[in-house]
């Protein structure tokens, strides 16, 4: 006689169930003139960063407008300066992987003249727009330095450097007790 209120209700109170297509999730397809616009505006987007160029490091040659006899760069002598064949192999090791994209050529702005840098930098440049990876550090094979005076010496080196075998010259200038490189030619 008692009756639950919470009994199940049969089956005939609920109306059958009825399937229908999934709704369509492809976008719709783009006007020519559409395409043409947005590929327009990413391409200048991209040109707007490529064009913002940023100086790291500000490249000053104070020697150009005459030195100060005691402020400015001094002469060295040879007694005073470093074996110019070992210290060129190191220096050169260094310039090559500049040359590879592998080292900013900032790092190398004491011990490189004007001429020189902006050779090495030349080549950084176009190293890091190429954006190949080095195949491996360069050795030096073998290293042959002159000195036609007292603080310069000219040295050539063969180098092994992604995979082949170059020759390499630089003119080394004695300047505030250390070597700077005022000439380079690397082949």
């Given amino acids: ?35 043409t616009q947005l590929f327009t505006e990413q391409a200048t987007r991209q040109d707007r960063r490529r064009s913002a ?19 400015g760069p001094q002469a060295t002598r040879r007694s ?5 064949a070992a210290w060129a192999g190191q220096i050169i090791g260094a310039v090559l992987e500049c040359t590879t994209g592998l080292r900013p050529v900032t790092q190398l702005a004491r011990w490189l003249d004007t001429a020189p840098r902006e050779m090495v930098a030349r080549r950084y440049t176009t190293a ?44 080394l200038s004695g300047v505030d007790g250390r070597w700077l490189v005022t000439a380079l030619q690397i082949g």
């Fill in 128 to 171: 890091q727009r190429r954006g190949t990876r080095p195949l491996g550090r360069s050795s030096v094979l073998r290293a042959r330095a002159c000195e036609p005076a007292d603080g310069v010496a000219e040295v050539s080196l063969v180098v092994q450097h992604e995979g082949r075998v170059r020759a390499v010259a630089a003119r």
């Fill in 80 to 84: 005073e300066l470093p074996e110019p």
């Fill in 53 to 71: 160029y940023v100086q790291s490091a500000l490249a000053i040659d104070f020697r150009e407008s005459g030195e100060d006899p005691v402020f």
């Fill in 1 to 35: 006689m008692s009756t639950t209120p919470h009994a199940a209700q049969p089956y005939e109170k609920f109306p059958p169930l009825r399937v229908v297509p999934a709704p369509s999730a492809d976008p719709e397809p783009l006007e020519t003139a559409t395409v």
